[in-house]
């Protein structure tokens, strides 16, 4: 069974940065696709990016392109988020997830598509 363990979250400031980490565990991520989704009160969760198992094939959602870089690090089984220049329409709690369904090329991003989660890291973003 994964485990996934999201962490980084915090308050900042509008145009304040944060460095999410996700920490998996029960299984090597070196053949999965992996992503960070997202949640805000009231709201659906989100795809927010995706990266493939050797990192060439990344995207985004069009809100964070440009603020939002994901990277990972198989050797350490980890998957990271640096947001800059934050918004406060940011404001929601983070999730990861992996995915080897495509072989670890690409990421399904429907937030339903997943039966395993995180708790989750709160970011608040204060105008």
């Known amino acids: 069974q994964v485990h996934l363990e999201e962490s980084g979250g915090g308050l900042v400031q509008a145009g304040g940065s944060l460095r999410l980490s996700c920490a998996v565990s029960g299984r090597t991520i070196k053949d999965d696709a992996m992503g960070w989704f997202r949640q805000a009160p009231g709201k659906e969760r989100e795809f927010v990016a995706a990266i493939s198992f050797d990192s060439e094939n990344i995207y985004y959602t069009d809100s964070v392109k440009g603020r939002f870089t994901i990277s990972r690090d198989n050797a350490k089984n980890t998957l990271d988020l640096q947001m800059n220049n934050l918004k406060p329409e940011d404001t929601a709690v983070y999730f990861c997830?992996?995915?080897?369904?495509?072989?670890?090329?690409?990421?399904?991003?429907?937030?339903?598509?997943?039966?395993?989660w995180g708790q989750g890291t709160q970011v608040t973003v204060s105008s």
């Open positions: 997830n992996t995915d080897r369904e495509w072989g670890g090329a690409l990421l399904n991003l429907d937030p339903h598509a997943y039966d395993t």
